[in-house]
């Protein structure tokens, strides 16, 4: 089966409070898959039942998940895919299900030796009022199942931590509270379960929120970053450990805190990164000499390997 046979559906869009950059994403995407010679087909939906259709209507070979946050990350969009034995690009329903979750996903890393922030976990019933001093300040207030720093805060003081936890339960049931950790802020991307060359990432703002991540210009990328051997290598394990415990397979992007005791503080796995222009696994990649077109080829073969080799024993035979 040569690849401009194959049929390929893009993922974009959906109904999470990242659909505008998951557009961009699912529009590099098919972009970068039709010059290489696939049919694409983009797929924009605003409800399950919508995609569900379109999936029904419109055999594929095999979807690419460009979908962020919520239903796109969280298991469920891949639980409806292998309902309909349609396969995909990126982790599993149970891998996407544990690295959506920052409560989960911390106890994991902990349990495999990882370093992790300090942190308390408020529910709705819970008032910030109730936190005590252990952690000081500044702290990091952020939604427990939500990605791109959407309703992320950074308190240096009691007065201002109310109205950081009200914001971020406007966008989840649970708010997770942690110790600031100042540091470099490094990430690493993982392709084919391989880690990919080291990112530090240095926002002009005070941390790298939603605005740093999406406006070019507002964050400068130093790739490779300018660590020691000793300090690359823990990185890069550290990521790849972080990878492989919640069982994510093929590619994923780990975020960390370097400190100034050359710990490495992991802060979350992300198993579908962004993909548009300003995006940090393309520019890990591009460091290895791998163009865009080029890795989300890497993400649809990883997906299809099992098709493709089905397809080419038949030819053979």
């Known amino acids: 089966m040569r690849r401009k046979n194959l049929r390929i559906g893009v993922l974009m869009g959906g109904f999470s409070s990242e659909r505008e950059i998951s557009l961009k994403s699912g529009a590099a995407v098919v972009e970068a898959l039709r010059g290489l010679g696939y049919e694409v087909l983009a797929f924009d939906f605003h409800t399950e039942e919508e995609l569900a259709g379109l999936l029904q209507l419109n055999k594929v070979d095999g979807?690419?998940?460009a979908l962020h946050g919520a239903y796109g990350e969280d298991g469920r969009v891949q639980a409806l895919l292998e309902s309909m034995n349609i396969l995909y690009t990126g982790s599993g329903v149970r891998a996407s299900r544990l690295a959506m979750d920052k409560i989960v996903s911390r106890r994991i890393f902990e349990d495999n030796g990882l370093f992790v922030p300090e942190y308390k976990v408020l529910g709705k019933d819970t008032a910030a009022v109730k936190i005590d001093s252990s952690?000081?300040?500044p702290l990091v207030v952020k939604p427990v199942h939500q990605g791109s720093s959407i309703g992320l805060?950074?308190?240096?003081?009691f007065s201002s931590l109310p109205a950081a936890v009200n914001h971020a339960f406007?966008?989840?049931?649970?708010?997770i509270v942690e110790k600031y950790i100042k540091g470099r802020e490094l990430t690493v991307g993982i392709l084919?379960?391989?880690a990919l060359p080291v990112i530090e990432v240095v926002p002009r703002n005070k941390f790298y929120d939603f605005q740093a991540k999406y406006t070019a210009g507002m964050t400068e990328y130093r790739v490779p970053a300018a660590l020691s051997d000793n300090v690359t290598d823990?990185?890069?394990?550290?990521?790849?450990?972080a990878h492989r415990v919640l069982g994510c397979r093929c590619f994923s992007r780990v975020d960390m805190i370097l400190d100034a005791a050359g710990r490495v503080f992991v802060l979350e796995v992300n198993t579908i990164p962004g993909l548009t222009a300003t995006s940090l696994l393309p520019?890990?990649?591009?460091?290895?000499?791998?163009a865009f077109p080029q890795l989300c080829e890497k993400m649809v073969l990883s997906a299809l390997e099992s098709r493709l080799q089905e397809a080419?024993?038949?030819d053979n035979g």
């Open 192 to 194: 084919e379960d391989n």
């Open 153 to 157: 805060s950074i308190v240096d003081d």
């Open 170 to 175: 406007r966008f989840d049931v649970e708010v």
């Open 234 to 241: 823990v990185a890069q394990k550290t990521a790849l450990t």
């Open 63 to 65: 979807v690419f998940n």
């Open 135 to 137: 952690l000081g300040f």
């Open 283 to 290: 520019k890990s990649a591009a460091a290895c000499g791998i």
């Open 312 to 314: 080419v024993s038949r």
